[in-house]
């Protein structure tokens, strides 16, 4: 089984400022998925980011970037300009290609504070 | 707009009475999933069907049950509901298709059960 941790519960960050959230993961496997969720306190799990392994190229979605460190098993997600709807529990995800399992980090709850 | 819908969004049931929750998908994914989620927690899967095929976790419980008549829908039972199963249920989809979403899992709403 692949372990994903988040080593940081809770983070709080000030409205338009910078916050990153971080991420490691153990596998031997070399093709794989690995995705950061945003759960808000309404409680739908949603797409943040997507990053191929394959890819050495950074994914950015607006406001969300990652640092993929492939060697390092690093996958850490900035979120850039926060804004109060950015309030929610991100969770760190790994899965083996074709196997069709999420691996769920412990989740960080990050709070925006007006 | 192409969804997850999961019904009802709350569900209130009573210790040791039969439950049922529905998820249907308007995305035509050929792969769909159950989680468990207790507060606070990661979710936890405790099933999913790759097309007509069912894939059970180790340690999901027999008390849980799935049943996928077709491509869109997908159903867990509880047979026989204990304190300890009041949760949120989660319901995602995920295609083999090509293009940036393949193999991403997308979630429903979820339904939240209370056992009383």
């Known amino acids: 089984a692949q372990t994903v941790t988040q080593s940081q519960p809770e983070m709080s960050v000030q409205e338009a400022e910078t916050v990153t959230l971080s991420c490691t993961y153990d596998?031997?496997?070399?093709?794989?998925?690995l995705f950061w969720y945003k759960q808000p306190p309404s409680r739908q799990m949603i797409l943040v980011i997507r990053q191929e392994a394959y890819k050495q190229q950074n994914a950015t979605e607006n406001r969300f970037s990652v640092n993929f460190q492939k060697a390092a098993k690093s996958f850490s997600l900035k979120i850039s300009d926060s804004q109060l709807g950015d309030t929610a529990m991100y969770f760190c995800?790994?899965?083996?290609?074709?196997?069709?399992?999420?691996?769920f980090g412990a989740g960080t709850t990050v709070t925006v504070r007006a | 707009d192409a969804m997850v819908i999961q019904n009802p969004r709350y569900q209130v049931t009573q210790f040791g009475k039969p439950v049922t929750l529905s998820c249907s998908q308007t995305?035509?994914?050929?792969?769909m999933y159950w989680y468990q989620q207790k507060s606070s927690q990661a979710p936890k899967l405790l099933f999913h069907y790759y097309d007509k095929d069912f894939n059970n976790e180790a340690d999901t419980p027999d008390n849980f049950q799935s049943r996928r008549p077709n491509t869109s829908f997908c159903f867990l039972d509880i047979r026989s509901p204990g304190l300890g199963d009041a949760a949120m249920y989660l319901c995602a989809t995920s295609s083999d298709g090509q293009g940036r979403s393949q193999e991403t899992q997308y979630f429903g709403p979820g339904t939240r059960l209370l056992v009383l």
């Open positions: 995800a790994f899965m083996k290609r074709h196997d069709y399992k999420l691996s």
């Open positions: 995305l035509n994914h050929n792969v």
């Open positions: 596998t031997s496997e070399n093709n794989y998925y």
